[in-house]
């Protein structure tokens, strides 16, 4: 390992970054055709007070992510069966207040050192059990992606005609959701809960300049969330920047320079004269 | 036997049809439909059986996408009774479907193979095989690395239904299958459809020509009710189609045909 990259907390960073990258960089691509931007958003700061309870309870934070997503979600579903409020407005509301509710917890006088970590993200103080943790959490998202790829693809082409094929567009967008979760707890650590958003749209959005087809998307989108990582934390070693911070920022650069480069590749196109 | 009515039972598919329950693909007695309760077509009764051709005729608005999504369960039964006994594909109208997705024609085709494969198995070689044959069919083999979104909309129209064949369903729903599509490809797919229906599926085609519907082998004449089912040489006489199409009819001369006058306006000059 050369520069940077020579001390062990940078070394278990990188790795960190990377997982981080992979389940983000993947399912991403998902998201973005599935319109579920808003909801990835909404779900990382709707489990948040979860994430916390877990923390403050030395529970594991699988365990608080999973509990808390479920509230939320159940919180999300009573709350736009009120007459007059939209689905849109229901989120917002209940997101809102859950994510007030979990930094209050987390920024409170008695809370233990490390809970502020949970929400801007603490990627130098990765260790060993996290990184295990992570991997895991990986494997699993790269896998069911693997698994589960045709028919997300069916699905997010045409919902009415999967439904011919027997394929359940709401089991498709329950199995994307569940993914999320398990991916903004790979990130969360990394990023943290306000972050992890950057690493779930910006390599995505990124690939998606560049690429016509799924797979190569997807694989583009993990190359620029690692590559996009290793550079944030470069920049955050020389710079003294906010890991977490450097590395979403070096997303936004990527995002900009693909939209830039492509718009300047694309033909002028001549409009029809009547 | 003579020599004629044997070659029309070859050109034309069997004159004589068993009328056991399992030639029945789809039937509807008395049905209505519609969406959040509300009427869109009433009273409808018909019966799919394998190897026919059904033309569904009328308006737009007047209830042809309706009635294709009531089997696919998208419009909602009122009443009346549906029975649905074969497995369907839809051709929708490609507006539908998403053009900035990030899909290939032979990813479109592939998709069709996901009926017949269990969750966890992946298109393989020999569904890719299977989906270009479909396109080849279709007339679109040479096009299977196009993106989805680049093609005209008469190509993307064949990319759907070649996903159709893929899935190999018993009975095909295409709506408005020939919008957008030149003289050839028209005729193509024409003759396509006949040759899918000789394979016995059954095969309900939304459409908007008359001439077309005549050479098939029943019609449904639809105006948010139904007017008429039956064979094209009994039911389209003027009374039908002015009831259908709300008596913008009028008669070829010479022709002995009959067309139909696009909606009328008033203008005032």
Redesign the interface.
Known sequence: MIGPFSDPVMQRALVEATLVGVCGGALGCWVIFYGLSYASESLAHGLFPGLVAAALLGLPLVLGAGVGLVAAALAVAVASRVPGVGRNVAVAVVVTSLFGLGVLLALSPASPPGIQALLFGDVLGANDADLALSGALALGIVGALWLLHGRLLAVGFDRDFARSLGVSAAAADAAVLTLLAGAILVGVQGMGNLLVVAVLIGPAATARQLSSRMAPMMLLSVAVAALAGAAGLCLSYYAGTAAGASIAAALVAAYLAAAFGRRSRLPITVEEVP | MNRAAASHEVDGGPLIRATSDRDVLAEAAGLTVGYGGVAAIENVSFRVRRGERIALLGPNGGGKTTLLRSI???ADRISGSLRVSA????V?QTE???LD????AL??A???S??S?P??R??GRRERAAALQALERVGMVKLAGA?FGELSAGQRQRVLIA?GLV?D?GLLLLDEPFTGLDASSSDRLETLIGALATEERGILIATHDLEQARRWDLVVCLNRRQIAFGPPGEVLNLAVLEATYGGAIVAIPDSGGLGILPPHHHHQS
């Open positions: 696919t369960g998208e497995s369907w594909a839809t929708p539908r479907s998403r997705y990030p899909v290939s990813d479109v592939v998709m069709g996901l009926a494969l969750w966890w992946q298109p993106t996903r899935q369903a």
